[in-house]
């Protein structure tokens, strides 16, 4: 797991690299002119070294499932947080929901017990002679 956690790490800053990277390759595209040629190959060059690395740090998170609904957080421009902090809060109102399902049946056994209880009693005691 740890290996697997840095791994991960590394991959994150490699995509961190990617896209400084392009933000300067994007840079010397904009104002472009025949005289920065040999720096937007290196900057090419240095983007496709990148895009290597990262290809090869990927399999070391291949088995790592992402939810389906993160991906639409983070496509809808949302910040990953956002479904980190709204998925919590799903879990803590379904454990509430749990608990209080759980008090409300513990309730009604011990209400149940009492009724049932209470009428065994009365079936306990003696008829008499029969008469009402």
């Known amino acids: 797991a ?5 791994m991960s790490e590394q991959i994150r800053e490699q995509v961190e690299v990617f896209v400084e990277q392009l933000r300067q390759t994007a840079a010397i595209v904009v104002d472009f002119n025949s005289d920065q040629q040999d720096a937007l190959l290196q900057r090419i060059n240095g983007l ?7 290809d090869q ?40 929901t749990a608990h ?13 017990k009492s009724e049932l209880n209470g009428n065994f009693a009365q079936q306990d005691k003696p008829m008499g002679d029969g008469r009402p």
């Open 48 to 54: 496709a070294q990148t895009l290597q690395t990262i």
């Open 100 to 112: 209080q399902k759980r008090e409300i049946f513990k309730s009604f056994g011990e209400k149940l």
């Open 57 to 96: 740090l990927k399999t070391s998170v291949e088995d790592v499932d992402v939810p389906q609904e993160l991906l639409e957080c983070i496509d809808q421009g949302h910040h990953p947080d956002a479904y980190t902090r709204e998925s919590l809060q799903r879990v803590v109102y379904k454990r509430e």
């Open 2 to 6: 740890a290996a697997a956690l840095l």
